[in-house]
């Protein structure tokens, strides 16, 4: 298990990839050795009393410290420390002025490139983020933000034509720029969509 944890793998990988050792075993392993590498992330731990009172001590000093900051010492990701700053905000133990603002990296062409061919390959959310150095949450809004945005696309690329006369109507839908049609009239009703 230890050679495990110092080929980098996370604590839920190697819990995943060795029969019959639990979660917590892994954990209590990393704890009682104090591995101090990013193989002890601490994403898969509850916060203790401990950490949340260093959170608002550091949160609370001035000059106020980067979530990101914040995020490296607690071996937690930024989401989760922003997450739980609000948390503390909610139960009383931080000001509401205390409320923090996450910094929004957007995303780069080139990244959204390797987001897809990435998936394309079979990885899974989880290898991406890592891959990506982005967080699983913001990996997985954007693929689906681009996948939403590709399907919405589609739609766009088609002409619609309606013939009606007579009592009877149809409707054709066509590939926009991929037919050339002349509809000769007839008295019937043709409508052609943009």
Known sequence: MLELLNQGLSVKK??????????????SLVEKYSLESSLADRSHYKWTDDENEQLIQKWTSEPRPLI???????????????????????????????????????????????????????????????????????????????????????????????????GLSTTIKIPRGKVNISIPSYGWETTVSK
């Open 68 to 166: 990101e900051d914040l995020a490296a010492h607690h071996k937690r990701s930024v989401g989760a420390v922003s997450t739980r700053i609000r948390l503390l905000i909610k139960l009383g133990q931080l000001p509401p002025s205390a409320k923090p603002h996450t910094k929004y990296v957007k995303w780069r062409a080139e990244e959204i490139d390797q987001l897809l061919n990435l998936v394309e390959q079979g990885k899974d959310f989880e290898d991406i983020a890592s891959i990506l150095n982005k967080s699983e949450a913001s990996v997985k809004a954007k693929f689906k933000k681009v996948s939403k945005k590709s399907t919405n696309k589609s739609t766009d690329d088609v002409i619609e034509i309606t013939i009606s006369g007579s």
């Open 14 to 27: 190697i819990s995943d990839q060795i029969d019959g050792v639990t979660l917590n075993e892994v954990r």
